[in-house]
């Protein structure tokens, strides 16, 4: 029953969305990079008990150029990505009008939990108010999914991203794997493969 709402509300969402805004936009190029830095490669992962920190049994792990940046969520706290090193990683950028977006969100919402130790996803929203992005994301049961916030648009810089949504698919080594859109099927697959190593 749950699945049927779902999809109902996100093919209603999409095709009001649809009608008012093509997806098809990337942040501007020209943008301040402000809100997400780069950070030295030899950084230690986030404390403990923060949405990004790794396992408590794993040591830590050679910190790839990809995952050298930080950050803040979009609730304020603050994000390392060198705490993912040593798992392949899922970036998913997204922005809160978006109707594919929404339309994935379902999908992302469904198996984050499920992968959070094995294979990462860290939503990388973008190209919209802070508050609509929170909306986007109680609206679609994201709360329990890392959510960096990039209203300037850095991170979409740092990893080329052009438009929305796209899914920068990152191996154990920081090496991108897959870059560009993904059904929910497809999103699925790919984090399967991945967890299997």
């Given at each position: 029953m749950r699945t049927a709402v779902r999809v109902t509300a996100a093919a209603l969402l999409a095709a009001t969305l649809a009608a008012a805004t093509a997806c098809a936009a990337g942040p501007e190029g020209g943008a301040p990079a402000g809100a997400v830095a780069s950070a030295s490669p030899a950084l230690a992962p986030s404390a403990a008990g923060s949405p990004a920190a790794a396992p408590a049994s794993a040591s830590p792990a050679r910190v790839p150029a990809a995952l050298s940046f930080?950050?803040?969520?979009?609730?304020?706290?603050?994000f390392d990505a060198a705490a993912l090193a040593g798992r392949p990683v899922v970036l998913w950028f997204w922005a809160p009008w978006c109707a594919t977006?929404?339309?994935?969100?379902?999908?992302?919402?469904?198996?984050?939990p499920a992968y959070r130790d094995t294979v990462p996803i860290v939503g990388v929203a973008g190209l919209g108010e802070q508050k609509a992005m929170k909306s986007f994301v109680t609206e679609f049961d994201l709360g329990g999914t890392t959510?960096?916030?990039?209203r300037t648009g850095a991170l979409w810089r740092r990893f080329k991203v052009a438009e929305q949504s796209t899914f920068v698919v990152l191996d154990r080594t920081g090496r991108v794997v897959h870059r560009g859109f993904l059904d929910g099927e497809a999103l699925t697959r790919q984090v399967e493969t991945l967890a299997r190593g």
């Open positions: 930080t950050g803040k969520t979009l609730d304020g706290t603050a977006c929404a339309s994935q969100a379902w999908t992302v919402a469904e198996i984050a959510q960096i916030d990039d």
